[in-house]
Structures are given as structure tokens and as C-alpha cells.
């Protein structure tokens, strides 16, 4: 039973547009979301986070949405890059647990 | 200042040998972590440690036992390997007290035939 999914296993977008990665979960309990970015061969690194007692957060290029009614969260990347190519992750956390719990991911390819 | 560290890179094994992963920070982070990663999963944690001194069962704990040796060391062993087990293993630590962000390391291939 996957609490967090990450339905699109892949994406592909033209260098220069906007690269949407969206994520939805099951448990109401989560309230804090994270996004991950993962190279091969490489560990995950931290991209963005967002507490529940947001709608939005934004990071450079990176802009993370949460709609609490829909169990939904997004990712945009604005404009996209080559080196973004990577597989994203979205992971959730509740307070008293701390751990994350992780989607399957969606492989990003940018497209020059 | 190397982070998250991870030995080794990679690994293969005979079902039933038995083999640690050790793990260590330099971040002087509280809590760290075991997952593994497998095709079409994401990743999964197998144990984790709140704490020197603590540890706790993840979503998938069987076959897995741990040692948080000292704040910057957390060991994962697989006592008798299995072909289930070959997958990706990443070690990651988290810091200050209410911090969500965890940091990963490179992880460990692991093969199991």
C-alpha cells in the first residue's frame, strides 16, 4: 500500500519550458514534504521542502506546490535545463515520526 | 567536511554469506538511516536511528540488523544473504532537532547470486 505515489514513472521536456512533477499521498497524518533529486551512481540531494501550513514555496527555479485537499503536491522547474536530467523523488514526514516516506520517482529528461 | 560516507561502492555475494555496510557522518547529525532502493520502488527504509544508543525497525527490516556504533557510525549487516537483498543501499543522517532534510550517501550496490 504506497502512501506516497509518484504515478508518471517518466517525463520528458524541451530545454528552456516548464517541467511539472507531480506526487500524491494517502495518509493525512504527513505534514511536511520534501523533494529529492537523485543522479546515477549518486545519492539523493535535497531540491525543496514544504510544510503543510503552505500552499507554495519557491527556490530559484524551483517552485513546490501543496494542495492539502487534493493530497496533492507538485514540482516546477522554471526553466528547465539539461543538467536537470535526473530521476525526482517526493518524500513525506509526519512531526513525532520524522521518517520519510518516499514515492517511487519520475525520471526527468531534459531535452536540449 | 565529507558528509554522508559509505563502504563499499559495491558488493557481490553468495546466498547465505554475511556481510556488513558501514556508514559514517561527519555532520555530528543525531539520527541516521538505512534504505534500499530497488527498480520502480523508490526507496524503502529497512532500519533507522533516532538517537546514539537507539535504533528501530523501518518498513522493511527482515533479514537486517544494525549497530549505531558511536554518533557518527550506523552499521547495517545482512547475517545470511539472500537474492531479495540485492539492491542499492543508502545510508543517510539528519541533523538538528526538527529537521526533515536528511542527507544521503553515495549507497552500496549490492548483488547477491
Known amino acids: 500500500d504506497q502512501q506516497v505515489k509518484q504515478n508518471s514513472p517518466s517525463l520528458s521536456v524541451q530545454e528552456g519550458r516548464i517541467s511539472i512533477l507531480n506526487c500524491d499521498y494517502t495518509n493525512s497524518m504527513f505534514d511536511y514534504f520534501l523533494w529529492y533529486k537523485k543522479y546515477p551512481a549518486e545519492g539523493p540531494t535535497f531540491l525543496i521542502s514544504?510544510?503543510?501550513?503552505?500552499d507554495k514555496n519557491e527556490d530559484g527555479r524551483f517552485t513546490v506546490f501543496l494542495n492539502k485537499s487534493a493530497k496533492h503536491l507538485s514540482l516546477h522547474i522554471v526553466p528547465s535545463q539539461p543538467g536537470d536530467s535526473a530521476v525526482y523523488f517526493c518524500?513525506?514526514?509526519?512531526?513525532?515520526?520524522?521518517?520519510?516516506?518516499f514515492g517511487s520517482g519520475t525520471q526527468l529528461t531534459v531535452l536540449p | 567536511n565529507a558528509g554522508v560516507t559509505q563502504t563499499p561502492k559495491f558488493q557481490v555475494l553468495k546466498t547465505g554469506q554475511s556481510m556488513t555496510l558501514q556508514c559514517a557522518q561527519d555532520m555530528n547529525h543525531n539520527s541516521m538511516y538505512w534504505y534500499r532502493q530497488d527498480p520502480g520502488m523508490g526507496l524503502r527504509l529497512i532500519y533507522y536511528?533516532?538517537?546514539?544508543?537507539?535504533?528501530d525497525k523501518g518498513e522493511v527490516p527482515n533479514g537486517y540488523n544494525v549497530s549505531r556504533l558511536n554518533k557518527r557510525e550506523f552499521s547495517l549487516r545482512l547475517e545470511s544473504a539472500a537474492p531479495s537483498q540485492t539492491s542499492v543501499y543508502f545510508c543517510?543522517?539528519?541533523?538538528?532537532?526538527?529537521?526533515?532534510?536528511?542527507?544521503f550517501g553515495p549507497g552500496t550496490r549490492l548483488t547477491v547470486t
Open positions: 543517510a543522517s539528519t541533523g538538528t532537532s526538527g529537521s526533515y532534510e536528511q542527507y
Open positions: 518524500a513525506a514526514s509526519w512531526s513525532t515520526a520524522r521518517q520519510l516516506t
Open positions: 514544504i510544510s503543510s501550513i503552505k
Open positions: 536511528s533516532a538517537s546514539e544508543g537507539t535504533t
